[in-house]
């Protein structure tokens, strides 16, 4: 039943999109035509470059995202569970979070060169302190009385956060990672404004220039199928690894 | 015999925003070995906070708590709590939320190798004594209430502690499953010879399992009475009891007592000048 209303939704979608343009209530060079965006597609297949463009992006957007992950899962723990590391890192995190990624594009060229590592490093910074913030609430969230029953079965305070609150927050944790995943994607136009020659974000970015709309439409689509494909795989790898989570015990 | 749990002119002070009021103050009374004690009152009289306290999560603002004559500083595994809610570890299935203690340092670091063992057969004969051997692997949301708290007992109890702390553990459980729950909780009780403190508001349930019951009275909350339950040993008892008129003579008291000092009576006074106006 889900399947059907989401796949409907996207026809529908897909539809009036097809609609408005075969009626030309729109000028094309504001919103191409579902035809003239296929065909750039096949266009970009055959010369060659757009699975390399996918597969660069996934593989900056991935080495960032995991980059962010393997920081923030410790930090994020530590906050969660010790008041006074929560006080320490909290107003910093909360300083740091609203500092706009894009405006670190001249700073992360200056420390980090023109290679791949720079376009790594903006998705971190767009990433990392969501992340930590995020997973930090995942971890104060779990229920005082399941920390209550540890303490009475004689758990210390060490196995506590190991046994209870990282096990017991781990399904949350993962649905922010996942969600996280999401926003990494958002950063990689702004990553790939940091001297690329390379990837999806630097092909919208091109062909804004030359007024390329059937082009950028093809990147943003591709981009989007590509978030909801990971997205499903790692709903279902939640699933297999978590069948309590979302139910009460 | 022995006192197991002394707790001596114990008081508690919560300080919310509203103002300060005493949930608990001057209770004093012991529990000796192998005896098993519930606490009746009517809501509000403090009889969780008491639990809470001789468990370690709260501190007491006044008085001492002590077992085996040490005094309680924080909560540990010689006290044991059953929850209302049960309070299983979800991503356990039920033997893993059984066998918690085993993975812990304080069990490991005082069990050698023969007591390391023997905890092993230990969790598999809780299994069986609590009816959970057909449902070792499945995990606390595929259970029923009272098979849920099966698990709970079965894990405060393998660690064998001196006090097992009982909070209303029957509470969410529809009738049928209580009665079952009395039948097993007093035949565990028999065989283990724990010495056990158990909180409920349900009279009949306090009579039927205890060795003593004490009433609590609210505002502050303090020991109103004490009555000693002259009933056939728990291995002796069933449900027919609950007819006799020895334990309705007694449940009937105690209810008289709690009625008394609940201060329920003002509403209908208060509910007789209402319909007079009205």
């Known amino acids: 039943m889900y399947w059907l209303i989401a796949t409907a939704s996207f026809a529908l979608w897909f539809a009036l999109w097809w609609a408005v343009t075969a009626l030309q209530l729109v000028d094309p060079l504001f919103l191409p035509a579902p035809a003239a965006v296929l065909h750039r597609c096949g266009d970009w297949l055959r010369n060659g470059n757009l699975l390399e463009d996918a597969g660069i992006s996934s593989y900056r957007v991935l080495a960032g995202f995991l980059l962010s992950a393997v920081m923030a899962l410790p930090l994020g723990l530590a906050i969660g569970a010790y008041q006074p590391v929560r006080a320490f890192c909290e107003p910093l995190l909360e300083f740091a979070r609203y500092l706009p990624a894009v405006a670190f594009v001249p700073m992360v060229l200056l420390w980090a060169g023109i290679g791949e590592t720079s376009k790594i490093m903006v998705i971190w910074i767009g990433t990392f302190f969501q992340l930590v913030i995020m997973l930090s609430e995942d971890v104060a969230r779990v229920p005082m009385p399941q920390i209550e029953a540890a303490r009475t079965l004689g758990a210390s305070g060490g196995e506590i956060v190991i046994r209870v609150l990282l096990r017991s927050a781990l399904p949350a944790m993962f649905d922010t990672l996942r969600i996280t995943l999401g926003w990494a994607w958002t950063y990689l136009v702004v990553a790939e404004l940091v001297a690329a020659n390379s990837g999806l974000g630097y092909a919208i970015l091109k062909a804004q220039r030359f007024l390329q709309t059937d082009r950028i439409f093809v990147g943003i689509i591709v981009i989007g199928l590509i978030g909801l494909g990971s997205d499903q795989v790692l709903r279902w790898i939640h699933r297999r690894l978590f069948p309590w989570a979302g139910v009460r015990s | ?278």
């Open chain 2, 1 to 278: 015999m022995t006192d197991k749990l002394t707790v001596r002119a114990l008081s508690k002070r919560f300080v919310t925003e509203a103002g300060a009021y005493d949930a608990l103050s001057g209770v004093s009374f012991t529990v000796t070995a192998g005896e098993f004690v519930a606490v009746v009152g009517a809501s509000g009289c403090g009889k969780s906070t008491l639990l809470r306290i001789v468990a370690g999560l709260e501190r007491p603002s006044g008085g001492e708590v002590l077992v085996d004559e040490r005094p309680v500083e924080g909560p540990d595994r010689d006290r044991a709590m059953v929850f209302q809610d049960y309070n299983l570890y979800p991503w356990l299935t039920v033997r893993e939320n059984i066998r918690f203690i085993l993975g812990l340092r304080s069990t490991r670091r005082d069990a050698d190798r023969a007591a390391a063992r023997g905890a092993e057969e230990r969790s598999e004969l809780l299994l069986e004594l609590m009816g959970l051997t057909r449902v070792r692997d499945a995990r606390p949301h595929e259970l029923s209430g009272g098979m849920r708290q099966r698990v709970a007992i079965a894990r405060a109890l393998l660690g064998k502690p001196d006090l097992l702390l009982m909070d209303e553990p029957f509470g969410a459980l529809d009738a049928q499953t209580r009665e079952v729950m009395h039948d097993l909780i007093l035949h565990v009780a028999a065989l283990e010879q724990r010495t056990i403190v158990f909180v409920t508001h349900d009279v009949e349930e306090a009579v039927y399992l205890a060795d003593r019951v004490i009433v609590l009275a609210p505002g502050p909350g303090r020991i109103d009475s004490v009555w000693r339950i002259d009933l056939p040993p728990a291995l002796e008892r069933n449900q027919n009891l609950k007819l006799s008129h020895a334990f309705l003579s007694i449940e009937g008291d105690i209810l008289s007592r709690i009625r008394a000092t609940s201060g329920l009576q003002s509403d209908l006074t208060a509910l007789q000048r209402l319909t007079a106006k009205a």
